[in-house]
């Protein structure tokens, strides 16, 4: 039996949303997806990026800190 809660929203759902997508950077080096680090406490979908993602810190070129090493 299906409850009435709405489905699990997988990573591409994200993407597709614009009310997430705005949160969400990519690597230009490693091409992983994640949320900005700056992201609000409170916004639509927070609790499906932090599900999904991790925060991402991308550098003025758009590296994350993974690829920079840090």
């Keep these: 039996m299906?409850?009435?809660k709405q489905p699990?929203?997988?990573p591409e759902w994200?993407?597709?949303?614009?009310?997430?997508r705005k949160w969400m950077v990519q690597c230009v080096t490693?091409?992983?997806w994640g949320y900005r680090d700056d992201a609000?406490?409170?916004f639509f979908g927070r609790d499906h990026l932090i599900k999904h993602f991790e925060?991402?810190?991308?550098?003025?070129r758009g590296?994350?800190?993974k690829c920079?090493?840090?």
Aim: glycine share 6%; proline share 6%.
């Design 63 to 65: 590296v994350c800190d």
């Design 14 to 20: 994200h993407l597709k949303n614009p009310r997430t």
């Design 2 to 4: 299906v409850g009435l």
């Design 30 to 32: 490693c091409k992983r």
């Design 8 to 10: 699990q929203h997988d």
């Design 40 to 42: 609000p406490a409170k």
């Design 68 to 70: 920079r090493g840090e």
């Design 55 to 60: 925060a991402m810190k991308l550098d003025d």
